[in-house]
């Protein structure tokens, strides 16, 4: 069985660096890339980026480059967003999701992780 | 980036009721769009890609048309399960662009 799982809730205060995980199983991880996702509170979906898990090659959104990593670890099954310095406006659930087929990195995404909020309060 | 905007941004609709949501692209983009079902503090899910193409479970009461910039979702016959927030994503360019949701609730 497919299956992303997200790591837990976070709480962190302005100016802290975080990094959030997601582990793939019951699928080859090196042969699908990985996007994150963003929902804001009541909001709807942005997609933030994707990295290719056999070569760790990433492309962002415009909107979050700069403001974000995304990396791998192909060893382990997991992918990575990361924060160096949290924001207020970073408050969100975070997606994982995986591409549609193999070698694919277009914008369809057939299983999707769990979420993980993030909040960021002084 | 190619702008995705749906109507209505919200319905209100009765089990059995047959309903249609509209998503239209700022520019073409092919058949290259899928929907998305999303749950109140779920992650969402796939419903429909390449524009017409049921995701493997998705009950056949789902279905998808249009190419170019305009596409629609359809529930032939809404279902109890069925009300949640529906979104539509380009698959065209980068960078992927979804549209602003629409709420399908209870009347």
């Known amino acids: 069985e497919v299956q992303l799982v997200q790591s837990g809730a976070e709480v962190k205060k302005p100016g802290e660096s975080l990094r959030i995980s997601c582990k793939g199983s019951?699928?080859?991880?090196?042969?699908?890339?990985i996007s994150w996702v963003r929902q804001m509170p009541g909001k709807g979906l942005e997609w933030m980026g994707r990295?290719?898990?056999?070569?760790?090659?990433?492309n962002y959104s415009p909107s979050f480059q700069g403001h974000v990593t995304i990396s791998a670890d192909k060893s382990i099954s997991t992918a990575y967003l990361q924060w160096s310095s949290l924001k207020a406006s970073d408050i969100a659930m975070y997606y994982c999701a995986r591409h549609r087929f193999p070698g694919y990195s277009g914008y369809q995404f057939d299983y999707w992780g769990q979420g993980t909020l993030v909040t960021v309060s002084s | 980036a190619i702008q995705m905007t749906q109507s209505p941004s919200s319905l209100s609709a009765s089990v059995g009721d047959r309903v249609t949501i509209t998503c239209r692209a700022s520019q073409g983009i092919r058949n290259d769009l899928g929907w998305y079902q999303q749950k109140p503090g779920k992650a969402p899910k796939l419903l429909i890609y390449a524009a017409s193409s049921l995701q493997s479970g998705v009950p056949s009461r789902f279905s998808g048309s249009g190419s170019g910039t305009d596409f629609t979702l359809t529930i032939s016959s809404l279902q109890p399960e069925d009300f949640a927030t529906y979104y539509c994503?380009?698959?065209?360019?980068?960078?992927?662009?979804f549209g602003q949701g629409t709420k399908v609730e209870i009347k």
């Open positions: 019951g699928y080859s991880f090196t042969s699908y890339w």
């Open positions: 994503l380009q698959d065209y360019n980068y960078p992927g662009t």
């Open positions: 990295i290719d898990p056999s070569d760790s090659y990433t």
